[in-house]
T-cell receptor, first 111, second 116 residues
Framework: KQEVTQIPAALSVPEGENLVLNCSFTDSAIYNLQWFRQDPGKGLTSLLLIQSSQREQTSGRLNASLDKSSGRSTLYIAASQPGDSATYLCAVTGTASKLTFGTGTRLQVTL | SAVISQKPSRDICQRGTSLTIQCQVDSQVTMMFWYRQQPGQSLTLIATANQGSEATYESGFVIDKFPISRPNLTFSTLTVSNMSPEDSSIYLC?????????????FGPGTRLLVL
């Protein structure tokens, strides 16, 4: 059974700092890995999707890497802003398009 | 992309009652899913809603408790039956656009359920 873990569970940083969120998964037989953002009271917003054959994806200040063989992914956020405050979830896609979500990292960016 | 709406957005229910949640997509999709997010927890897949056949449930979830309908390619319902306070969660539907894992799944805004 696939298990996805995220470290740290919570993180508070001052505005402008660069930060890294970590995600690990136990079964490397995945089709892709996705990073989502969840704001309180709202649904999920997709940030980045990395195919299993890819090593990284970039979107603006966000960069996600994938090491499938070791079961790890990182989300790098550059020059953090208060608007980045949210819960970040990673999820891996297995057979039949089923997503297994990680435990989440709650990020707070302070002024 | 796909735009998903859910009804109701939130509800407060008494234990022992049932609630049906609706999920509407703005385009035809093959695969629809229902997830549960318990307070302070991550998302857990309940079932895959199959059009024209019974839903496929994940371990720990049963049809009697979470009956699902999928009458067509744009609509699905999830019923939470005989509710208890432990059913208080956010319920989300999602769709897979079916582009061979190259595109993200899209999620509805969720239904916040509180059972008293």
């Amino acid at each position: 059974k696939q298990e996805v873990t995220q470290i740290p569970a919570a993180l508070s940083v001052p505005e402008g700092e660069n930060l890294v969120l970590n995600c690990s998964f136990t079964d490397s037989a995945i089709y892709n890995l996705q990073w989502f953002r969840q704001d309180p009271g709202k649904g999920l917003t997709s940030l980045l999707l990395i195919q299993s054959s890819q090593r990284e994806q970039t979107s603006g200040r966000l960069n996600a890497s994938l090491d499938k063989s070791s079961g790890r992914s990182t989300l790098y956020i550059a020059a953090s802003q208060p608007g980045d405050s949210a819960t970040y979830l990673c999820a891996v896609t297995g057979t039949a398009s089923k997503l297994t979500f990680g435990t989440g990292t709650r990020l707070q960016v302070t002024l | 992309s796909a735009v998903i709406s859910q009804k109701p957005s939130r509800d407060i229910c008494q234990r022992g009652t049932s609630l049906t949640i609706q999920c509407q997509v703005d385009s035809q999709v093959t695969m629809m899913f229902w997830y549960r997010q318990q307070p302070g927890q991550s998302l857990t897949l309940i079932a895959t809603a199959n059009q024209g056949s019974e839903a496929t449930y994940e371990s720990g979830f049963v049809i009697d408790k979470f009956p699902i309908s999928r009458p067509n390619l744009t609509f699905s319902t999830l019923t939470v039956s005989n509710m208890s306070p432990e059913d208080s969660s956010i319920y989300l539907c999602s769709v897979d656009p079916g582009t061979s894992y190259q595109e993200t799944q899209y999620f509805g805004p969720g239904t916040r359920l509180l059972v008293l």
